[in-house]
């Protein structure tokens, strides 16, 4: 299986908007609509921001929001704060056999 | 939220076996698709395994499929990864979590496996 594909880094100014792309193919993100967002500060476990493209978990800020077009999924972040300073690691569903993929991760750097 | 436990990490030779626990609480496991996430050093995720929730099933990356079984026992809400003919690039922490839709909702707080001689 290959690894859904991020750009390794993204940055932005506290405040504004920033958006972390995830790119795969039909037979993961452009199949289902199961792709979701996990944040990990350093020495952290992962935590679920988005889920089902767009859906967020209570609990996580409407700062963060998620979509798809094609086979290319995103993550956006408005209102940019410090504490959203982590690595961003996109998943999708593959299929039967492949089950889940991760994204390879994208540290966002708040400036 | 669950609360996963794992236990049985260490230092492993190219080649050798491992056996990976998990104690699960705080939710009804028995009812719960359980899977096994890895994150080598300074790496990203990547998805191991998962199994259903009676056991009937699993699914695997390809990078470990012959080498690793992922088994459960749910009178012990325990779920459990044998690793054998381990590879250096097995290296990682291995997370036990919960999954529901493809969606990863409880996190462990990982056992460090180290290959190597």
């Known amino acids: 299986q290959s690894a859904l594909t991020q750009p390794p880094s993204a940055s932005g100014s506290p405040g504004q908007s920033v958006t972390i792309s995830c790119t795969g193919t039909?037979?993961?993100?452009?199949?289902?609509?199961?792709v979701s967002w996990y944040q990990q500060h350093p020495g952290k476990v992962p935590k679920l921001m988005i889920y089902e493209v767009s859906k967020r978990p209570s609990g996580v800020p409407d700062r963060f929001s998620g979509s798809k077009s094609g086979n290319t999924a995103s993550l956006t972040v408005s209102g940019l704060q410090a504490e959203d300073e982590a690595d961003y690691y996109c998943s999708s569903y593959a299929g039967f056999n492949n089950l889940v993929v991760f994204g390879g991760g994208t540290k966002l750097t708040v400036l | 939220e669950g609360h996963l436990v794992e236990s049985g990490g260490g230092l492993v030779q190219p080649g050798g076996s491992l056996r990976l626990s998990c104690a699960a609480s705080g939710f009804i496991f028995s009812h719960t698709y359980m899977s096994w996430v890895r994150q080598a050093p300074g790496k990203g995720l990547e998805w191991v395994g998962t199994?259903?929730?009676?056991?009937?099933?699993?699914s695997y990356v390809d990078s470990v499929k012959g080498r690793f079984t992922i088994s459960r026992d749910n009178a012990q809400d325990s779920l459990y990864l044998q690793m054998n003919s381990l590879r250096v690039e097995d290296t990682a922490v291995y997370y036990c979590?919960?999954?529901?839709?493809?969606?990863?909702?409880?996190w462990g707080q990982g056992t460090l496996v180290t290959v190597s001689s």
């Open positions: 039909s037979s993961d993100i452009g199949g289902y609509n199961y």
């Open positions: 979590v919960t999954e529901s839709w493809y969606v990863i909702h409880s």
């Open positions: 199994i259903k929730q009676d056991g009937s099933e699993t």
